[in-house]
């Protein structure tokens, strides 16, 4: 079985965020980043299957030099190669255009699965999962929190809102995003991350994978900005039994009860 | 002191507080009697829940006209005895003087009474954008009040110092009743004698702490969790040196396999499969870009070493949080099995030489009992702990340990350590201060209390 898990390097979540001079993303340099931790299940859920059943388990990101920090971690976590799309207009691209070159990806690879995260944490999309599925021409399906494999076919769980589960069976190969809490991460073994040195990290171009032209981005980011804080809060401050009265008749003032 | 009666005591007392502020009932007695210690039955007169410092000032008045005995209570989460009220004391605990004061983004300063909860502030200064950075696992019982009299420590003092070093300016109520406003918040302010640095670790013996101008910090940046296994103490200490060369670190901590056994059999996961007989637990931050390299860089080295022979590294916080849960996790895990404590520390570069003594001493002195290392290598503060079994009494085994501990002490004593590291002398210690403190110093430190606490009423036999 070949799995193949899509992650993506964001910054940190305790990373103190600036936004960069141009306003349009965020101050980069000198922030620490890690594997999106939604990508994280999917990597532990590959590396589970390996562990149990055998399985070449296959990480792919896109993005500058840094993230080979992400797929030497991932490496040393126990995958068995690496594919670094670095390319200047790849980075430059939307969602839509990162999702054509990473099908093409999964075009030439042909695994068995597709893991990746439900979203990352720092642009939040949701939305390259199915896109790669749809460009790749395979099944997919999302927020995922419990696999099951028998032969050719999964049997998942969904979740939904309001803590309801939807089980839905697919046909391999097909694309899983799963939501996190869907298994036990490992830890990354520092060992493991030494001798993944040894382990190969192809590096391409979407150009090398044939869809150089297909990815010039309909999406761009205007502005982002920090929310602006409020000024409406008003403290009701005194004794309990003063704050629960206050309280009292400013409920009914605005008419809520 | 002379003894009064439970009804003099209420007479004298109850009406210096709000109604509902004066406690006796028996199970209110019995938990504000006691800390985390075990040794001593609760036996307090009564609880006073004072809401203001001129309450407690009053309090202190009334005691002194009465000769009643005080004891200040806080969080109750010490490890010594030093809020164990087991002689009729009237408690005075802090609990409804919890009150975050005026913030000033400057200086960075906020103003706590002294019954704030630790965990409070912390989260206080994270609203701000800033940090509180002394940190420990009961964090979130602990007060103010409670940490700047035992002057706490905790697990990020290599890097951030202890409390003292946060404590900008401290408002007390002697023990002669008077109100002492110390250092006003000031960075620099050379007039003579710090009293605020006195009652930082007075452990309640010279009066009130009841408000404190607490500093704050910048955040630091995003840091990586590291827990290794280590062979040996002197791989540990070596570990520790070349940590320390190659990094500013945020935390050294370390623990046994026997630790880590304790806190797995209440939940958590081995960080990794091989068994080392120790562990040693890292925090380091990401100051570039670099940084990950570097750490590979340095793990590389100690492991052709031969002092560590497995290593994690954490991924996300909620690994850092689980990493960090095997080592702040012990304290609890080992607690129903009355541990007796040891909080010993010496200088970092005595460390080798002093574990080795150590350890050798205590398995000679504790053959039969099991003993739990764990604690804050960085800051050369071990906690060892000795356990109950199960068959002996707690009175016997007590008085044993205290016994065969005198070899451990004498230790201590011998490279010039502490017997209490950061968990203060109250009860438990103070058989034995006199193997850190001499006997000159123990007198100055009676004749200080005299001068603040003329009649002794503040948490008498205690500390000195
Ligand atoms: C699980 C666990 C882990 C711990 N880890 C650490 C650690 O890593 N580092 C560390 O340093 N400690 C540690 N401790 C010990 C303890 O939490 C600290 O000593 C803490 O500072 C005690 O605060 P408290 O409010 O609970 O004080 P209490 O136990 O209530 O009192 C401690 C002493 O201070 C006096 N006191 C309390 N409030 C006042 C006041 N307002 N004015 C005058 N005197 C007062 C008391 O009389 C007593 O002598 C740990 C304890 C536990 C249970």
């Known amino acids: 079985m070949k799995i193949l898990v899509y992650l993506k390097q964001v910054p940190h979540q305790d990373a103190r965020l600036d936004i960069s001079s141009d306003g349009t993303w965020i101050e980069e340099s000198n922030i620490k980043f890690e594997i999106n931790s939604y990508d994280t299940y999917a990597l532990e859920e590959a590396l589970k299957a390996k562990d149990s059943e055998g399985a070449e388990v296959v990480v792919v990101t896109a993005g500058q030099d840094r993230v080979t920090q992400a797929l030497r971690t991932a490496l040393g976590m126990g995958a068995d190669r690496a594919i670094h799309i670095k390319d200047e207009a790849v980075d430059a691209s939307d969602v839509l255009g990162v999702a054509k070159v990473l099908a093409a990806v999964a075009k030439e690879e042909s695994p068995d699965l597709i893991l990746t995260g439900l979203m990352s944490e720092d642009s939040g999309f949701a939305a390259i999962g199915p896109m790669i599925g749809e460009f790749a021409g395979i099944a997919s399906t999302t927020a995922v929190v419990g696999i099951e494999r028998e032969g050719g076919k999964l049997t998942v769980e969904r979740e939904l809102e309001g803590g309801n589960l939807e089980v839905v069976e697919i046909n391999t190969p097909c694309l899983v995003s799963v939501q996190t809490g869907i298994n036990q991460v490992r830890y990354a073994s520092l060992k493991g991350i030494m001798q993944a040195k040894k382990k190969t990290i192809d590096v391409k171009t979407a150009a090398d994978l044939g869809v150089g032209d297909a990815i010039s981005p309909k999406l761009t980011t205007e502005k982002v900005s920090v929310p602006v804080k409020g000024e409406t809060a008003e403290l009701v401050e005194g004794s309990t039994d003063e704050i629960a009265a206050k309280l009292a008749a400013k409920i009914k003032e605005l008419g809520l009860l | 002191m002379p003894s009064l009666s439970q009804q003099q005591m209420l007479e004298i007392f109850s009406g210096l507080v709000a109604v509902g502020s004066c406690l006796d009932d028996s199970e209110s007695l019995k938990t504000y009697g006691k800390d985390w210690t075990t040794a001593w039955e609760p036996c307090p007169a009564l609880i006073l829940l004072p809401a203001s410092t001129e309450e407690v000032q009053a309090i202190v008045g009334a005691a002194n006209e009465h000769g009643v005995a005080l004891v200040p209570s806080g969080g109750r989460t010490g490890l010594s005895g030093g809020a164990v009220a087991a002689k009729s004391e009237v408690i005075v605990a802090l609990d409804r003087m919890n009150q975050l004061g005026e913030f000033d983004p400057v200086d960075r300063t906020v103003v706590c009474q002294a019954g704030v909860i630790t965990g409070q502030l912390q989260a206080f200064a994270q ?146 499969e091989t068994v080392t007989p ?89 053959p039969d009992m099991e003993t739990i290392w764990y604690g804050h290598l960085g800051d050369g503060n071990l906690h060892l702990n000795i356990l109950k079994p199960e068959d002996q009494s707690q009175e016997h085994f007590f008085q044993t340990c205290n016994e065969v501990n005198r070899h451990v002490f004498e230790i201590v004593e011998k490279y010039g350590g502490s017997v209490s590291a950061e968990h203060g002398v109250g009860l438990l210690k103070k058989p034995h201060l006199n193997y850190t403190r001499s006997a000159t110093e123990i007198e100055y430190m009676k004749s200080l209390k005299a001068v603040f606490d003329p009649n002794g009423i503040m948490n008498p036999g205690k500390l000195v």
Do not use: C
Request: no cysteine; glycine share 8%; charged share 25%.
């Open chain 2, 127 to 272: 609203d701000q954008g800033l940090v509180y950075p002394v940190d420990f696992a009961s964090a979130d019982s602990s007060q103010l009040g409670g940490n700047i009299s035992t002057n706490a420590g905790g697990v990020k003092v290599i890097r951030y110092g202890t409390t003292r070093q946060w404590v900008a300016g401290l408002k007390v109520v002697t023990g002669k009743g008077d109100i002492l406003d110390l250092n006003k918040g000031l960075v620099k302010n050379a007039t003579g004698y710090d009293l605020r640095h006195l009652f930082i670790g007075a452990e309640g013996t010279l009066g009130f702490v009841v408000e404190a101008t607490m500093q704050l910090t910048s955040t630091p940046k995003a840091s990586s969790v590291l827990v290794l296994g280590v062979p040996d103490f002197l791989a540990m200490t070596n570990l520790l040196d070349a940590f320390r060369k190659a990094f500013d670190l945020m935390a050294f901590e370390f623990f046994s396999d026997r630790a880590l056994n304790y806190v797995l059999a209440r939940g958590g996961t081995r960080p990794f």
């Open chain 2, 278 to 366: 120790l562990y040693a637990l890292l925090e380091i931050e990401h100051v570039s870009e670099k940084t990950l390299e570097e750490i590979l860089e340095v793990f590389e080295r100690v492991k052709l070493q031969g002092w560590v022979e497995e290593g994690v590294m954490s991924q996300s916080q909620e690994q850092a949080h689980a990493l960090w849960q095997l080592r702040e996790g012990i304290s609890e895990s080992i607690a129903s099995k009355m541990p007796y404590k040891n909080d010993l520390s010496v200088r970092v570069s005595k460390l080798p030489a002093f574990i080795e003594e150590l350890d050798e001493v205590v398995r000679r002195s504790y």
